[in-house]
């Protein structure tokens, strides 16, 4: 569409006028057959409706910008600047009035930077009203919510990585715990009140490598899981152990209840030394303290007779 006819100084030709909107013409493009000239923007539009030329019903196979002297004669015209009703007293002529347009100080749309204290950036024409604390209130709420929906994205992501992982574990522990038909290839025995404090039997609390190597040989023989062998293993050191047996006053103070454990018991021989090998299920061990007697799942104690 072109400009209002209004804002020109004196009287505009009428050659330059738009057939279409009856405007200035504004980026004029002309129909090469007949040359008449129209607004781009006008022309475009009458083409989603006609193929045929408005003035005379020519039919349009091309366009082209209009001629070098119309548009000299265009960008001569004097004009007022489209935000003189928000101040601007610019009387410039057509050709610069884009330039002006960009700095214009009577824009209101131009952008501002608020001086009385919070510093945002606003519209001109929203600064009259403007108030600089329900602003920052505004402010602050909606990079809160920002922020909160971020937040929340990354903890619905970490939450399924995390049921990924846990439903993983379920599927390896019970690939791994459930499968206990190794142990039928021990004893299985009820300990005595003397339980690794009898002086004639020397507890293991800290097996060396060698001594390990040889019960993880053991173990492995007799069908147990590899997952298996690794955990039992670890838990053979007595820090490992439940709380009611991690120490030797520990051991003291409940000798009596340990008579109630049930343990995978083999004597094992080997180059170096011999030595009994204790396997203390949690599944054996049900009917004791879970806290303070059995961890998950299960542990090694290993002594020497001598």
């Not at 404090?197 to 507890?203: E, V």
């Amino acid at each position: 569409m072109g400009i209002d006819v209004a804002r020109f100084c004196g009287e505009v030709d009428r050659d330059l006028l738009c057939p279409i909107c009856s405007f200035v013409l504004e980026d004029p493009i002309q129909v090469p057959t007949c040359e008449h000239a129209f607004c781009k923007s006008c022309i475009f539009e009458w083409l989603t409706r006609s193929q045929t030329c408005p003035i005379d019903r020519t039919t349009i196979d091309a366009l082209k910008p209009a001629p070098r002297i119309m548009r000299n004669f265009l960008s001569r015209l004097t004009l007022t600047c489209s935000n003189q009703t928000h101040g601007c007293p610019a009387i410039l002529t057509l050709e610069r009035l884009e330039a002006h347009l960009l700095q214009c100080n009577f824009d209101p749309k131009r952008l501002i930077t608020c001086q009385s204290g919070c510093g945002l950036t606003m519209p001109y024409e929203e600064s009259v009203n403007h108030n600089c604390l329900e602003s920052l209130k505004i402010e602050m709420e909606s990079k809160l919510a920002i922020v909160q929906k971020e937040n929340e994205v990354k903890i619905s992501k970490l939450q399924s990585e995390l049921d990924l992982l846990k439903a993983n574990q379920t599927v390896n522990q019970c690939t791994v715990f459930t499968d206990s038909r190794w142990l039928t290839n021990f004893e299985i025995v009820n300990v005595n009140s003397n339980f690794c404090l009898n002086s004639n039997w020397r507890l293991i609390s800290r097996p060396v490598h060698l001594m390990l190597e040889v019960a993880r040989e053991c173990l492995s023989k007799s069908g147990c899981p590899l997952e298996m062998v690794n955990t039992l293993i670890q838990n053979s050191y007595e820090s490992r152990w439940p709380p009611g047996l991690r120490s030797k006053k520990a051991r003291r103070a409940n000798q009596d209840r340990l008579t109630a454990y049930r343990c995978r018991y083999r004597y094992v021989r080997s180059p170096k030394f011999n030595f009994d090998l204790n396997i203390i299920m949690a599944s054996d061990n049900t009917h004791m303290d879970q806290d303070i007697f059995v961890i998950n799942p299960g542990f090694l104690v290993l002594y020497l007779n001598f």
